[in-house]
């Protein structure tokens, strides 16, 4: 009898997390775009032709999830990921704190470093990601940039957001990072993959890249991980709660009717 109570239980602990699983549901939009559709584009002529051997910027699909505050963004190429390149110049353009590591060179030596820097060839993915707020109406951007295994997040107001992640596994690139606040939507994202040489002057992309509207039905429900601010407004969690606290009763029925057998 003992044995028997354990595995109901065992079995009712897989099911709750089973359930915690689900129940903690995750918004998924995937998008996805035409292969070879990478090449070069005449910015005088506005002429497109099109190239082989760059598969790592022939974009094909794109995940965007929505966990509450956490998002997460997972771009596919038809290739592998490409990491070249050195994102140091644009951190210098909008990390105040590192910009102040370089306070104490001479102005001709950070010239002469960021002239170094924009003639490095550079593969470059780059994500711009609408959020949408009902409370103020108001709409908000926030740009990605993904090079050689680090990324830099700003918001249209020009601040860095730091607590983003990224990495790569073979064809697959992925970003995470939190929203300032869980009550903006998403709404709208686009990405473009591009490669660029001999000091910017040549440029490979996909031509199209990829865009399109995101389904966030949960926008705002909750708060995931936060400092408890007023964003919290506890929806979700309230409801997943009861969904446990009723999963639990109905556990203890079961093996209260299995023991009684």
Request: aromatic share 8%; charged share 25%; glycine share 8%.
């Amino acid at each position: 009898m003992v044995k028997k109570v354990i595995a109901v239980g065992m079995l009712i602990c897989s099911f709750l997390v089973a359930t915690m699983n689900f129940a903690v549901a995750i918004n998924v939009t995937t998008l996805t775009d035409d292969q070879g559709d990478v090449g070069i584009e005449d910015i005088e002529t506005e002429q497109f032709t099109e190239v082989s051997g760059k598969e790592y910027l022939d974009i094909t699909k794109l995940v965007c999830s929505r966990d509450y505050r956490k998002v997460t963004i997972k771009l596919t190429v038809d290739g592998e990921i490409m990491d070249k390149g050195d994102i140091l110049i644009w951190q210098l353009a909008f990390d105040e704190d590192l910009l102040e590591d370089y306070s104490n060179m001479s102005e001709e030596d950070l010239t002469a470093l960021l002239y170094e820097l924009a003639l490095k060839d550079l593969v470059q993915y780059t994500f711009e990601l609408n959020t949408y707020s009902s409370d103020n109406d108001y709409l908000k951007t926030y740009s990605i940039i993904y090079v050689n295994k680090e990324i830099i997040i700003i918001d249209d107001d020009t601040n860095l957001l730091k607590e983003g992640t990224s990495s790569v596994s073979g064809d697959t690139l992925t970003i995470s990072f939190n929203l300032p606040s869980a009550k903006e939507n998403l709404s709208y994202i686009t990405v473009f993959a591009d490669e660029f040489s001999n000091g910017g002057e040549i440029n490979y992309l996909d031509y199209h890249g990829i865009e399109g509207e995101i389904d966030d039905p949960l926008g705002g429900s909750s708060n995931n991980g936060g400092n408890g601010d007023e964003d919290g407004s506890g929806s979700g969690l309230l409801i997943f709660a009861s969904l446990i606290v009723i999963l639990v009763i109905v556990g203890v029925a079961v093996v209260i009717f299995l023991i009684r057998r």
